[in-house]
């Protein structure tokens, strides 16, 4: 009797098989996760990525002067007399690597606040059972799983230009804002085609495999619950570029 329920147990399945399976079969993946949900090891991932991206950039980067090019990039900043400017340009240069080490904790910070978002959608509008835990669980491997593979590609791309002055956040531009000037179109409309993303429908596409699993729906009608608060987030940036850009 022993023998045959030792036999039928399953191990749990290991880091490597739950990060393997988001890249080829995530379905796997996620089931594995909603058996075993973990609030901190996702979490950790993700904040330890982000510091080792920030240990890396803020040994490279020109404080000064990609502070310069932030403020060339705004309305507000262009239009600073240029004693002002280099006053502004040197008090945020000495403040950038305190603020870009803060860069992991808001990491963490986001996932908790997607994590919750979309639990409250799936709880509230598709009558589902997914605890908060599962729902954290699912986003942090998510972005594990996405961070691994553009953080690298982040940090090739800006050794490959040789120019650490630009905005890490711009760099890569898998979307259609690589099509046009930053200066030749409106902050919102600029802000919007940013956020059309290769990685952002990529990790779309993975929480729609995982809440639809939790919720037992289709993945078609776990996009659905996925896409509307992507698109109010999208919206709402975009708006606030439009009044600040």
């Known amino acids: 009797m022993t023998n045959e329920a030792s036999a039928g147990a399953e191990p749990a399945p290991g ?22 949900p ?25 404080s000064e002067g990609f502070m310069k090019a932030r403020l060339e990039e705004s309305k507000q900043g262009r239009e600073m007399p240029s004693e002002q400017r280099a006053q502004v340009i040197e008090q945020q240069a000495k ?14 910070v986001i996932v908790a606040i997607m994590a919750g978002a979309l639990v409250f959608v799936f709880r509230f509008f598709y009558s589902s059972e997914v605890t908060f835990k599962q729902g954290f669980s699912m986003t942090g491997w998510v972005f594990v799983a996405v961070s691994l593979v ?3 590609l982040l940090l090739l791309v800006i050794h490959l230009k040789d120019d650490w002055t630009l ?65 109010i987030y999208v919206l709402g940036k975009a708006a606030l570029s439009g009044l600040f850009g």
Do not use: H
């Not at 510091?51 to 980067?61: G, R, Y």
């Open 15 to 36: 880091f490597f098989s739950i990060l393997t399976n988001l890249y080829i079969a995530p379905s796997e993946a996620f089931a594995a996760i909603l058996k075993r």
């Open 38 to 62: 973990s609030v901190w090891a996702p979490l950790l991932l993700v904040m330890a990525l982000n510091a080792t991206f920030t240990a890396i950039w803020l040994q490279k980067v020109d």
């Open 150 to 152: 553009s953080l690298p």
């Open 167 to 231: 905005n890490p956040q711009d760099v890569l531009q898998a979307n259609p804002s690589l099509f046009v000037a930053r200066e030749d179109v409106p902050a919102f409309l600029y802000s919007l085609l940013g956020s059309l993303d290769l990685f952002s429908f990529w990790m779309i596409g993975l929480l729609a495999v995982g809440f639809g699993l939790a919720s037992r729906r289709t993945f078609g009608s776990a996009l659905t619950g996925v896409v509307i608060p992507w698109a």
């Open 95 to 108: 403040a950038l690597p305190y603020l870009a080490w803060t860069g992991p904790v808001v990491a963490g």
